[in-house]
């Protein structure tokens, strides 16, 4: 089976200008989330999606892999699917380009149910919840699965809410209740991308501003992997910092 990944890489941001090519212990955003990604063992090929030629540049310096897409895309999603739309493969994983620290067996999790069964159209990963605060954090995207693994729905609300407990128990970790997080890392069949990426945006999607709703919303199932890896993703500065500290302690 031929598997792919995709990083979007875009250099406008309004919290952070020109992120994935910040520089992080001597090399970039996007090369230290490029290579991160190629040592999973499934993976074939990974390909930066960008409209910035300073990006594009910068990867084919550390001899990466670049594809140029339209500058109007209104989504990540759609980036990956014009890429997409041009690549041999049968899987595709959607590997956020601002997680430099991203583990290569979160890949290799998210892929394993879709390359054991071909009736699965997309899947992600889910992580248990560590502190109360993540869980009322409306920045935290939350998941609820059912018996089988597949996502219930998304929310950026408090889901589900335990009534009988008293919520902020210092003694209760959330997780242990099974309360989960979403990891914005996904898997999809080629087929099932490209059509994903022309349906109709739906009421939760726009309610929410989580794209993942409309697969849902249209029927389509999403297989959700539980792990306890975490990833320190960079949306300010700041985090970039952590991320810096982070490294310097191994």
């Known amino acids: 089976m031929s598997i792919t990944a995709v990083i979007p890489a875009r250099y406008a941001s ?45 990867v084919e310096k550390f001899g990466g892999e670049v594809q140029m897409t339209r500058a109007d895309h209104a989504t990540g999603t759609d980036r990956l699917a014009e890429v997409t739309a041009r690549l ?11 997680e430099p620290l991203i583990d290569p067996r979160m890949i290799e ?21 560590l502190t109360w605060q993540e869980y009322r954090d409306s920045n935290v995207v939350k998941v609820v699965t059912d018996v089988r693994g ?12 335990p009534r009988d407990l008293l919520v902020d128990d210092p003694e209760i970790s959330p997780g242990s209740l099974g309360l989960f997080r979403h990891v914005g890392l996904y898997v999809y069949r080629r087929e099932f991308l490209l059509k994903f990426a022309q349906l109709p945006s739906t009421p939760l999607e726009n309610l929410e501003k989580l794209e993942q709703l409309r697969a849902l919303e ?21 985090d970039l910092a952590r991320v810096e500290a982070y490294l310097q302690t191994l």
């Open 14 to 58: 309004s919290r952070f200008p020109g992120k994935p090519l910040a520089r992080i212990l001597g090399k970039t955003m996007i090369q230290r989330v490029y290579e991160r990604t190629a040592q999973a063992s499934c993976i074939d090929r990974v390909v930066v999606a960008t409209d910035d030629q300073r990006i594009a540049e910068e």
């Open 88 to 98: 041999d493969t049968q899987l595709v994983v959607n590997v956020q380009g601002d």
């Open 109 to 129: 999790a998210a892929v394993a149910p879709l390359a054991a069964n071909s009736q699965i159209p997309m899947g992600t990963l889910k992580t248990p919840l």
């Open 150 to 161: 597949f996502a219930l729905y998304f929310s950026r609300a408090s889901i589900p809410y």
């Open 218 to 238: 249209h029927g389509y199932p999403i297989r959700v992997v539980e792990t306890d890896l975490v990833s320190l993703g960079v949306d300010t500065p700041e």
